[in-house]
């Protein structure tokens, strides 16, 4: 499967993106998607995940911002984010796995599928 990743751009603190992903090739119904981020200097940290099955997993520092979703007929899972901080900047890559396990969900080594990243840049 390959992913797409769209729809980041410069907002200001307070306001709202929403992100996509979108996947061609195989049907990626049965494929773990997730977000994670990389800011400038910074490792590449995990931000959401969403199950084929809905079940949604977030890291504490966006829970109750950030909202993922998916439309398997369109092949495509997006990321709402609100309330926007400065410390939310980063490229956002999607990524996913068809067997990948629950316990590593949060791992980006667990996804064997990337997207090519989108830069979010939220000013104060």
């Known amino acids: 499967v390959q992913l797409q990743a769209s729809g980041g751009g410069l907002v200001q603190a307070g306001g709202s993106l929403r992100l996509s992903c979108a996947a061609s090739g195989e049907s990626f119904r049965n494929y773990v998607v997730a977000w994670f981020r990389q800011a400038p200097g910074k490792g590449r940290d995990f931000v959401a995940a969403?199950?084929?099955?809905?079940?949604?997993y977030y890291a504490d520092s966006v829970k109750g911002r950030f909202t993922t979703s998916r439309d398997n007929a369109k092949k495509s899972v997006y990321l709402q984010m609100n309330s926007l901080k400065p410390e939310d900047t980063a490229v956002y890559y999607c990524?996913?796995?068809?067997?990948?396990?629950?316990?590593?969900?949060?791992?980006?080594?667990?996804?064997?599928?990337w997207g090519q990243g989108t830069l979010v840049t939220v000013s104060s």
């Open positions: 990524a996913a796995s068809r067997s990948i396990i629950v316990s590593s969900y949060r791992n980006e080594y667990g996804y064997n599928h």
């Open positions: 969403i199950r084929s099955d809905r079940n949604t």
